[in-house]
């Protein structure tokens, strides 16, 4: 039975990762012993539970009942595992994480490797990327979303409000009369962010509320791009306050409509609400609660 365990876990990690090669490549195995393992579990329960072809693999009907059951007995014997490095005066184990891309310059990927030295025994695996991405399916730990909470089956916690500035490049800025209110830019050019809406709201000093949606020649899906084509003075944009505020710094970039304000967002730490490695996922994220993120 104890031989048969490590091929269920094998297996799970072959249907993780979607191929024998990147089940090996994260077990530190070759890919055709990995084969070699599955091949075996299969012979042992008398039934096929992948289907190969040369280009990817897929469960069969049994594969999917019996992935689903060696994904329980895993879960509950890696919580036994956390429950137990609780204890400890040292965490152990592995985190997957995602967060937006444009954060990899920012506080959160300082916390990640603030974490790491305090706690040699804890690996991270990060996934920085502006498309979401899927908890489960993807076989994440936790996530750091920016902005929007709509899933009410994971569990969640804010961690930071986000400001946002709206910026434009120096040479652009100095073609144009200063706005003095937000109306005063919908012939501007404006670079926007695929992630979010075309309308710029903002709301004046006195409380009014204004939006405008101007010209938009370039729409991007990344916000460091946002950031460097603003800097080319090709247009007007929102930025994350860090990064406005670093574009102002250098001299590249101008804040308009200071007085104004547009609405934060939240950032949060999202993970499932039975997290195979819940208590290293809880540490971290209280460890995340306690920095300074904006």
């Not at 539970?49 to 895993?74: A, K, P």
């Not at 184990?93 to 990927?109: K, N």
């Not at 569990?155 to 005063?184: E, F, I, N």
């Not at 804040?255 to 609405?263: C, G, H």
Request: glycine share 8%.
């Amino acid at each position: 039975m104890i031989d048969h365990l490590r091929q269920m876990a094998i297996f799970a990690r072959v249907v993780d990762e979607g191929s024998f090669r990147g089940a090996a490549k994260d077990l530190g195995l070759a890919p055709s012993r990995v084969s070699e393992t599955v091949s075996e579990l299969e012979t042992y329960l008398g039934t096929t539970l992948l289907y190969r072809t040369t280009r990817r693999i897929g469960l069969t009907t049994e594969g999917r009942i019996f992935y689903e059951r060696v994904v329980e007995m895993l879960r509950s014997a890696e919580a036994g595992l956390n429950e137990l490095n609780a204890n400890t005066l040292e965490p152990v184990g592995a985190l997957r994480i995602s967060m937006p891309a444009f954060l990899a310059g920012g506080p959160l990927t300082k916390a990640v490797a603030d974490f790491s030295k305090l706690h040699s025994g804890v690996a991270f695996s990060v996934f920085y990327t502006d498309a979401r991405m899927q908890l489960i399916e993807d076989g994440l730990d936790l996530s750091i979303r920016v902005g929007w909470l709509d899933d009410s089956t994971m569990m969640s916690r804010k961690l930071a409000t986000g400001q946002r500035h709206l910026v434009v490049g120096t040479d652009y800025a100095d073609g144009r009369d200063a706005p003095k209110r937000l109306g005063d830019m919908e012939d501007w050019d404006w670079i926007r962010f695929r992630m979010r809406p075309d309308g710029t709201e903002m709301t004046s000093p006195s409380g009014k509320v204004e939006q405008v949606i101007g010209n938009a020649q370039i729409e991007v899906d990344s916000i460091e791009a946002v950031y460097h084509l603003c800097t080319q003075n090709v247009g007007a944009a929102v930025l994350p306050s860090f990064l406005a505020e670093k574009g102002v710094a250098d001299g590249k970039l101008v804040r308009l409509l200071p007085e104004w304000s547009l609405d934060p967002l939240g950032i949060y730490a999202v993970w499932p609400d039975k997290s195979r490695r819940e208590s290293l996922t809880l540490m971290f994220v209280r460890f995340l609660a306690d920095q300074s993120l904006c």
